[in-house]
């Protein structure tokens, strides 16, 4: 069975900290890797991974993938208290291509 | 582009009443549409996924019955959850696919619908 696992379940920093979640995956004919950050409504979509070693970067948010060690992070710098959401991790799996989420990581910044 | 329409974001109804979420994608053809449902503090958990034209293939432990799926053309799903109970008050969010879209990105998602049945 296919599996993403998220590390830590929460996280509480301050404004200005950075943070590093973590997202490891066991994914049969693995495609990609994505990141997503939900706040009140449905996910909203960050980043896809398909290659290893290659960050991608978007403001102060990036993220990178490791295909040997079956592994991908998201950083995120400078942190604001708009950053506070839950960032959620998936892996597309199985015919369909549907989704394998993590449980995901709720992040709270303080002011 | 690539917009998915949700509707309605919130029901709030009484208990045995049927219900009907509209999932549809504005400006691509689905050929795959999801339905996930997420209770609070969980995350995303995949109930359905449905081809334009036929049958939905459900995920285990989920009732075909109770949560009846629809995908009749390429830019419309239906998901009816019948005879609602409090158990069934959840978040319920769509998604819709196509080859086309794909490799951006695999799914692009709705904005949920909020259903609480007392």
């Known amino acids: 069975e296919d599996k993403v696992v998220q590390s830590p379940l929460s996280l509480v920093v301050h404004e200005g900290d950075t943070v590093t979640l973590n997202c490891s995956y066991e994914?049969?004919?693995?495609?990609?890797l994505l990141w997503y950050k939900q706040e009140k409504k449905a996910p909203t979509f960050l980043f896809m991974l398909?290659?290893?070693?290659i960050e991608k970067k978007s403001g102060r948010l990036s993220s990178i993938l490791d295909k040997k060690e079956l592994f991908s992070i998201l950083n995120i710098t400078a942190t604001q208290t708009g950053d506070s959401a839950v960032y959620l991790c998936?892996?597309?799996?199985?015919?369909?291509?549907?989704?394998?989420f993590g449980s995901g990581t709720q992040l709270t910044v303080l002011p | 582009g690539a917009v998915v329409s949700q509707h309605p974001s919130r029901v709030i109804c009484k208990s045995g009443t049927s219900v009907k979420i509209e999932c549809r994608s504005l400006?691509?053809?689905?050929?795959?549409m999801f339905w996930y449902r997420q209770f609070p503090k969980q995350s995303l958990m995949l109930m359905a996924t449905?081809?334009?034209?036929?049958?939905?293939?459900?995920e285990q432990g989920v009732e075909k019955d109770k949560f009846l799926i629809n995908h009749a053309s390429l830019t419309l799903s239906t998901l009816t959850v019948t005879s609602a109970h409090p158990e069934d008050s959840s978040f319920y969010i769509c998604?819709?696919?196509?080859?086309?879209?794909?490799?951006?990105?695999?799914?692009?998602f709705g904005d949920g619908t909020r259903l609480s049945i007392l």
């Open positions: 998604s819709a696919s196509s080859p086309q879209i794909y490799s951006n990105q695999p799914q692009h």
């Open positions: 994914v049969t004919n693995f495609r990609s």
């Open positions: 398909t290659s290893s070693g």
């Open positions: 998936a892996a597309p799996s199985g015919s369909a291509r549907q989704l394998t």
């Open positions: 400006d691509f053809q689905a050929t795959t």
């Open positions: 449905s081809n334009e034209g036929s049958k939905a293939t459900y």
